[in-house]
């Protein structure tokens, strides 16, 4: 009995079948390559839309667009400010501006700008500016060793020397204030001054050790000794149009009277602060110099 092949067909069928199974293996290929991932892709979306309704649904939060959209324009007009009203961002930037006033003042005088003080500031720098605090607020005759400021003649090799710069800084803006309102730096037991600078607190918006920062604060505990109007005039020149060193921690301890009098009141009129006060610094840099707020008085 005959049986035809393939071969045998007449010529238009072979045609017509390679055709039609190279349009099957066609589908099949688009299916597997294209539609099907497609299609998982657009199942996995869906399902993520539906968990992101569920969580949506359960805060309880409005779904209304125009009210949405009311809402953002005034949040954006709260971040971006209007023409009768600065926003977030202009009075963040003022701010920021006017606390890291007085060490860029320092930087731009020394060093021009951030990045030129970071990267150019030398150990030599540091002594340099050591020495010359020393003789600044030398007191009587006595001289001032290394301990003088709780931090040696030698930058200390574990730290970024501009950081211990600007800790000076910090130092020397302290006892100007101090010095000025006619406080005295307290002498401790061993006849070293009780000032020192405290570690070197950074502030990020990322909880990583790798976060970038924004804000560097430099802390300084001192005692002074001195009457109750010096303290006070010391404390009013802390934030001016020119300074901002915020006392952040205060602790007054009051001195007897030298002679105790009979018959006179024995007021005491000496007494002992301890204070912390910090200097704020941008180690990303400012673009152009501080601008301070019209809103803070000069204080003399």
């Known amino acids: 009995m005959f049986h035809p092949a393939p071969k045998d067909w007449p010529a238009p069928h072979r045609t017509l079948a390679f055709a039609m199974g190279a349009a099957l293996v066609a589908l099949l290929l688009a299916y597997g390559l294209y539609l099907r991932p497609r299609q998982t892709a657009l199942e996995r979306h869906q399902e993520a839309v539906e968990r992101k309704q569920a969580l949506f649904q359960a805060t309880g939060l409005p779904r209304d667009g125009a009210f949405l959209k009311e809402r953002l324009a005034e949040s954006e007009d709260l971040l971006q400010g209007t023409p009768s009203e600065p926003g977030l961002r202009e009075v963040a930037h003022k701010t920021m501006a006017y606390a890291t006033s007085i060490l860029e003042e320092h930087i731009r005088q020394d060093y021009t700008d951030t990045l030129a003080f970071i990267y150019g500031a030398t150990r030599l720098d540091y002594k340099e500016l050591h020495e010359r605090i020393v003789a600044e607020f030398a007191q009587g005759e006595s001289p001032l060793d290394e ?138 840099g400012a673009d152009e110099p501080p601008a301070i707020p019209t809103s803070t008085e000069e204080q003399e």
């Open 147 to 284: 301990a003088y400021f709780g931090m040696g003649k030698e930058a200390p090799v574990e730290q970024p020397v501009w950081q211990t710069i600007a800790q000076l800084w910090t130092l020397q803006e302290v006892l100007r204030h101090a010095k000025k309102s006619g406080l005295r730096l307290a002498q401790g037991k061993d006849g070293a001054g009780m000032i020192a600078a405290l570690p070197v607190t950074a502030y990020t918006l990322q909880d990583t050790p790798d976060g970038s920062i924004y804000l560097m604060e430099f802390p300084v505990d001192a005692t002074f000794s001195g009457t109750m109007g010096q303290f006070l005039a010391f404390a009013a020149s802390l934030q001016t149009r020119r300074a901002f060193l915020p006392m952040k921690r205060l602790s007054i301890h009051s001195l007897p009277p030298d002679a105790l009098l009979a018959g006179s009141e024995n007021l005491v009129s000496t007494y002992l602060f301890t204070v912390q006060c910090s200097a704020f610094m941008d180690p990303q």
